[in-house]
């Protein structure tokens, strides 16, 4: 039995790792539970799954539902969320808090020796160097659920990686794969929000339609496989059925190939290196038109040449473009910017920002901060 604590119980990924718990209660056990402000919902996953202990980030969220004096501890604040990524007797941690909010406890729980289910691609692009030490001296597994991730994970298994000669991430495109660079200046966030193949949260489908999510991505390529940034490549795959591959030196490649689901990465990542039978629905290949390839247009897609500039400046770069990022998203979602001036944000704040060393939490912190404030203020 695997003593779970799912961070971010109450999101996308972390309402399919409780699900999956609940259809496997003879392999998983969900200890601990965490969420930002979603009480309704964690209520019920208390009932349904009995932990020893929830946190609720918000205060007075977490106040709310002390009132329904349910048969378990409840904590709060960042204190609260880390306490349940270090909770005794937990194997592994789902890392599935959304931002940069889920830096410190995906840190303290790598820290107090927990495999890691890492769907937060944020933790390892803003402090990738110190989680990838840290982990390696604490002997933590860090099992990626990104699905394009988790597909060389499953491609890279029990292979040397001298053999590889490049990674190849696949991308849909997002919402405006179809439209021009011109076409972009006016679309609206509801359009921006319709993604055409995976069901996402708000901020990672706005990612993917700027192709930033994939440039996040190509940063957490880096950092997991030690691979570095010029053999990592992007193609752009609409249906999504390829969830990437491993170009090898002899000129084989090994892709991963699976419907669209999130269950399928979560699932493997929960129980790896078993894998859960019948935990999506099968492929069918009578049903199934076309496999379609194609180089990404960096004319049109910015936001994927500012992640290699960031890999290249290194230091605290990553973290940086991370944090104007999320901030001109926040922005776009708001009515505040359009869309195309999310790279230009983030690449106005990039070209504003002296590189330090990545050598602690908190100077990353305070790079993001920096990188935050700088954005807000270029946007205004
Ligand atoms: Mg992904």
Redesign the pocket.
């Given at each position: 039995m695997k003593k779970l604590s799912i961070l971010g119980s109450t999101g996308s990924i972390g309402r399919n790792a409780v699900e999956i718990v609940r259809r496997y209660p003879g392999k998983f056990k969900a200890s601990g539970l965490a969420v930002m402000s979603n009480v309704e919902l964690l209520e019920s996953q208390i009932r349904a799954l009995t932990p020893e202990a929830v946190a609720v980030f918000d205060e007075p969220s977490a106040d709310d539902l002390r009132k329904k004096r349910l048969p378990v501890e409840i904590l709060s604040g960042m204190e609260g969320v880390i306490e349940v990524a270090q909770l005794g007797g937990v194997d592994m941690v789902v890392s599935a808090i959304a931002g940069s909010a889920g830096l410190l406890p995906t840190f303290a729980a790598v820290k107090a020796g927990k495999d890691i289910a890492l769907a937060n691609?944020e933790v390892l692009v803003m402090a990738g160097e110190i989680i990838i030490s840290e982990a390696a001296k604490k002997n933590v597994r860090i099992i990626p659920v990104?699905?394009?991730?988790s597909a060389l994970f499953q491609c890279l298994h029990g292979r040397e990686m001298n053999e590889v000669r490049r990674l190849i991430l696949t991308a849909s495109g997002g919402a405006f794969l179809a439209k021009s660079k011109a076409e972009l200046e006016d679309v609206t966030p509801a359009e921006a929000l319709k993604h055409p193949n995976?069901d996402m949260g708000q901020k990672?489908t706005v990612d993917s339609a700027t192709l930033m999510?994939?440039g996040l991505?190509v940063i957490e390529a880096y950092w997991l496989f030690r691979m570095p940034a010029e053999k990592i490549g992007v193609v752009i795959h609409p249906q999504s059925i390829v969830h990437s591959m491993v170009e090898f030196i002899d000129g084989s490649i090994m892709a991963q190939m699976s419907l669209p689901d999130m269950k399928g990465a979560i699932g493997y990542a929960m129980s790896y290196p078993e894998r859960l039978g019948g935990i999506m629905k099968f492929l069918d290949f009578g049903s199934l038109c076309e496999l379609s390839f194609m180089e990404p247009d960096r004319d049109k897609y910015m936001s994927l040449s500012l992640a290699y500039e960031a890999i290249r400046a290194g230091g605290t770069m990553p973290a940086v473009l991370n944090a104007s990022n999320e901030a001109a998203v926040e922005a776009f979602l708001r009515g505040k910017i359009s869309f195309t001036g999310i790279p230009r944000a983030v690449s106005d704040t990039m070209s504003l920002h002296k590189v330090g060393k990545c050598g602690s939490i908190d100077e990353v912190i305070k790079a993001s901060e920096w990188a935050r404030e700088k954005a807000i203020e270029l946007m205004n």
């Open positions: 691609k990104d699905s394009e991730h995976w990672v999510n994939k991505e």
